[in-house]
């Protein structure tokens, strides 16, 4: 363990391990209910002291969702502990940076996790920013890495009329993000990271987050990364279908006859892992055009009027200096989960999709055939592995 010395959040107890520190469960925000709006945490001033040698809660998830993740990327790694989760502390940082004498202040890379806005999280080990950071000091080229946490599931994107005459503002898990860099754009300098050369790195949901906040008005970071994920895979949906999916919701937690008060209070007060468990695989968590995070719900053809005219309804063109568009090869894989009870038969079934969707297309079918690799005698299981990656 050792001390760091923050010059405006006092004192860091943190680890120190291969030349990197961690400072570990840092809290970027506070919520003083599940839904309500994230506000900034400023500490508690130079003289204070904390405590981040441990990895802090994570938002809630089901149980067994890191091991999931391990078998979609069919790669485990060991778990210290069975992972805290709470609906209000969980908005936290994990800050890794090189145990090294640096002439100036250092790049900061900040990574999104994926999971379809359902699940994930910034402190699970697939995450962690350790190899990387060493690599970095390695090869001579040192930065400090920034994993966060962020509302998913009903708690980061659940809501409806009601709700929000109540007070809870939609989009909370897209709030979280956009607190969480403007946290770090006030505090990383004390880290040792340069604010001004910060580069947010989203992954699938992650990704299609990150383009949304570039409808923010506030610089949020200089650089992006967006990997398998844009807003034009987790589209941003009206008020409209907000409601039928919040009426699904209450219908699943047996809420639906009670007035609109009292159904209120239950949602606030029925333990959280209660309504997560009760909430069915059919209810999406998926942003809502608001107004103020989510401005609009961009094409297709937007996104090409981008390169060539610019876009006044996108402020982040202006302030986002470089934008970097990859894949992740496997990432479809995770659709595998919902596909487990159609692998018998499911060559077949995808090849009568394609035609019907494609009726008259047959070069096309055909094309897509080829690029799956599905042919006649192709087997249930390796038809499995094709069809979603």
Same mark, same amino acid.
């Given at each position: 363990?050792?001390?760091?010395?923050?010059?405006?959040?006092? =004192?860091?107890?943190?680890?120190?391990?291969?030349?990197?520190?961690?400072?570990?469960?840092?809290?970027?925000?506070?919520?003083?209910?599940?839904?309500? &709006?994230?506000?900034?945490?400023?500490? %508690?001033?130079? +003289?204070?002291?904390?405590?981040?040698? &441990?990895?802090?809660?994570?938002?809630?998830?089901?149980?067994? @969702?890191?091991?999931?993740?391990?078998?979609?990327? !069919?790669?485990?790694?060991?778990?210290?502990?069975?992972?805290?989760?709470?609906?209000?502390?969980?908005?936290?940082?994990?800050?890794?940076?090189?145990?090294?004498? @640096?002439?100036?202040?250092?790049?900061?890379?900040?990574?999104?996790?994926?999971?379809?806005?359902?699940?994930? +999280?910034?402190?699970?080990?697939?995450?962690?920013?350790?190899?990387?950071?060493?690599?970095?000091?390695?090869?001579?080229?040192?930065?400090?890495?920034?994993?966060?946490?962020?509302?998913?599931?009903?708690?980061?994107?659940?809501?409806?009329?009601?709700?929000?005459?109540?007070?809870?503002?939609?989009?909370?898990?897209?709030? $979280?993000? =956009?607190?969480?860099?403007?946290?770090? !754009?006030?505090?990383?300098?004390?880290?040792?990271?340069?604010?001004? *050369?910060?580069?947010?790195?989203?992954? +699938?949901?992650?990704? %299609?987050?990150?383009?949304?906040?570039?409808?923010?008005?506030?610089?949020?970071? *200089?650089?992006?990364?967006?990997?398998?994920?844009?807003?034009?895979?987790?589209?941003?949906?009206?008020?409209?279908?907000? &409601?039928?999916?919040?009426?699904?919701?209450?219908? %699943? *937690?047996?809420?639906?006859?009670?007035?609109?008060?009292?159904?209120?209070?239950?949602?606030?007060?029925?333990?959280?892992?209660?309504?997560?468990?009760?909430?069915?695989?059919?209810?999406?968590?998926?942003?809502?055009?608001?107004?103020?995070?989510?401005?609009?719900?961009?094409?297709?053809?937007?996104?090409?009027?981008?390169?060539?005219?610019?876009?006044?309804?996108?402020?982040?063109?202006?302030?986002?200096?470089?934008?970097?568009?990859? $894949?992740?090869?496997?990432?479809?894989?995770?659709?595998?989960?919902?596909?487990?009870?159609?692998?018998?038969?499911?060559?077949? @079934?995808?090849? &009568?999709?394609?035609?019907?969707?494609?009726?008259? !297309?047959?070069?096309?079918?055909?094309?897509?055939?080829?690029?799956? *690799?599905?042919?006649? +005698?192709?087997?249930?299981?390796? %038809?499995?592995?094709?069809?979603?990656?």
């Amino acid at each position: 363990m050792a001390t760091i010395h923050h010059p405006e959040l006092g =004192k860091f107890r943190v680890t120190s391990t291969k030349g990197v520190i961690q400072f570990l469960g840092v809290k970027y925000a506070t919520l003083r209910n599940r839904f309500g &709006e994230p506000v900034l945490h400023n500490g %508690a001033g130079a +003289s204070s002291d904390n405590v981040a040698t &441990e990895q802090g809660p994570c938002c809630i998830n089901a149980p067994d @969702a890191c091991e999931r993740e391990f078998d979609l990327i !069919q790669q485990k790694l060991p778990l210290d502990a069975e992972f805290q989760m709470s609906d209000t502390e969980c908005l936290r940082l994990n800050i890794t940076t090189p145990e090294v004498q @640096a002439l100036r202040p250092l790049p900061v890379l900040v990574f999104v996790h994926g999971g379809a806005l359902r699940t994930g +999280s910034g402190t699970w080990p697939q995450y962690d920013f350790r190899s990387l950071v060493m690599q970095s000091v390695q090869v001579g080229s040192p930065f400090i890495g920034v994993s966060m946490n962020y509302r998913t599931s009903i708690f980061g994107f659940l809501t409806s009329v009601e709700l929000r005459a109540a007070g809870f503002k939609p989009n909370s898990g897209l709030r $979280d993000q =956009k607190v969480a860099f403007e946290w770090i !754009q006030k505090y990383i300098q004390g880290f040792g990271g340069d604010p001004s *050369q910060a580069t947010a790195l989203g992954q +699938s949901a992650g990704g %299609a987050s990150l383009t949304l906040l570039l409808q923010s008005e506030e610089a949020l970071f *200089q650089h992006l990364v967006i990997m398998s994920g844009t807003c034009l895979l987790l589209r941003p949906v009206s008020g409209e279908v907000h &409601e039928a999916i919040y009426q699904e919701f209450c219908e %699943a *937690q047996g809420l639906d006859k009670m007035p609109g008060q009292e159904r209120i209070k239950a949602i606030e007060e029925l333990d959280s892992f209660h309504l997560f468990s009760n909430t069915p695989p059919s209810i999406p968590p998926l942003p809502m055009i608001d107004g103020d995070i989510v401005k609009v719900a961009l094409t297709f053809d937007d996104i090409e009027q981008w390169s060539t005219h610019g876009s006044s309804s996108i402020p982040g063109l202006g302030w986002c200096k470089e934008l970097l568009i990859g $894949d992740c090869q496997m990432d479809g894989h995770i659709y595998q989960l919902a596909l487990n009870h159609r692998k018998r038969g499911i060559a077949r @079934a995808f090849e &009568e999709s394609l035609k019907r969707s494609c009726s008259h !297309q047959d070069d096309a079918v055909i094309s897509l055939f080829s690029d799956y *690799q599905i042919n006649e +005698s192709i087997s249930d299981d390796d %038809a499995f592995w094709n069809i979603p990656t």
